[in-house]
């Protein structure tokens, strides 16, 4: 059995809206960061959380902008560029979950797509001992600028294969971490992983990388 809550996080001094789910005797917790004009509805986003549950993995799908801001950014693209800004958010909401009563002592991993996987890097540098895998897909590591020195958490990059420039940004981004990393390029995909059979692909390859380094042995 899943509980599943919609509810508002406080974080970076204001409220994230948030869907968190939590499989009974869940292994571990991961926390979505969406893509600039994305948004916890995301429906390839719901996909890889739904896989991960059925894997016993709990997950948080939180927006980091508010509606407001939503609304603002339509006009400006002001923050959801604003990297910074959203792995502060993200980093807070990491903080919270990992504290809560529900959720407390559960290993937390962080999943970026597109720009938020820049955030989740920030985030997974500046909070070593809070978070314990990471994965990225279709991510722009290269926005997370220096601090990628800083991670040293086990990441797992996914690229489609006809998404040439960010397949080399990420290949740049592994050589000035200092963790383990691994790059997995899915054949005929494209950055949005809408080809047939591609999406799953990735749900695959993140609920290994995260029950790998999340759950206790005894679950894996």
Known sequence: MTVQVS??????GVLLDADVALPDDAHGIVIFAHGSGSSRHSPRNRYVAEELRRAGLGTVLADLLTPDEERADTLTGEHRFDIAMLADRLGELTDRIATEESTRGLSVGLFGASTGAAAALIAAARRPERVRAVVSRGGRPDLAGEELRAVHQPTLFIVG???PIVIELNQEAMERMGGETRLEIIPT???LFEER????QVAHLAEIWFLRHLAPRQAR
């Open 161 to 163: 294969e006809r998404d």
């Open 7 to 12: 509810r508002r996080i406080p974080a970076g």
């Open 189 to 191: 995909a494209t950055h």
């Open 197 to 200: 059979g591609t999406l799953e």
